[in-house]
């Protein structure tokens, strides 16, 4: 996992120290902060949550990236991207580190971080 992107900053709405705990039945705001590597018409997320060495995808977000952020994206601006994600209350208390990534148009990493987190 690497970012092409720059000064790469993650954080969770009412996180400051992981790992993050996030309450079944709210919405919690993550925000990617970065700097775009090169230029792209278009930003997908993939969210992956690694729940004991096995990999699940993140059901139910919207996987359009550019829903949350100005697109197109021009190389070397910053870019501020927050998603909104509903903890359902289905969802089991768990925990697991997510691996969030925003892919460009060319199918490469713009920007990645690992979040460690405990749904309750």
């Known amino acids: 996992m690497r970012s092409m992107g720059s000064d790469v900053q993650l954080t969770v709405d009412g996180c400051l120290v992981p790992p993050c705990q996030l309450k079944r039945g709210e919405v919690v705001n993550i925000n990617f902060k970065y700097t775009a ?3 792209t018409q278009e930003l997908s997320i993939e969210a992956l949550a690694n729940i004991g060495g096995l ?3 993140w059901v139910g977000i919207d996987t359009n990236g550019c829903h ?3 697109c197109p994206i021009a190389a070397g601006t910053p870019v501020d991207w927050t998603l909104p994600v509903d903890i359902l209350k289905e969802y089991p208390a768990i925990s697991g580190v ?3 990534k925003l892919v460009d148009d060319s199918g490469a990493s713009q920007a990645c971080a690992l979040l ?3 749904i309750v």
């Open 37 to 39: 590597s090169k230029d």
């Open 55 to 57: 990999e699940f995808p």
């Open 68 to 70: 949350f952020t100005r």
């Open 98 to 100: 997510v691996n969030f």
């Open 116 to 118: 460690p987190a405990k």
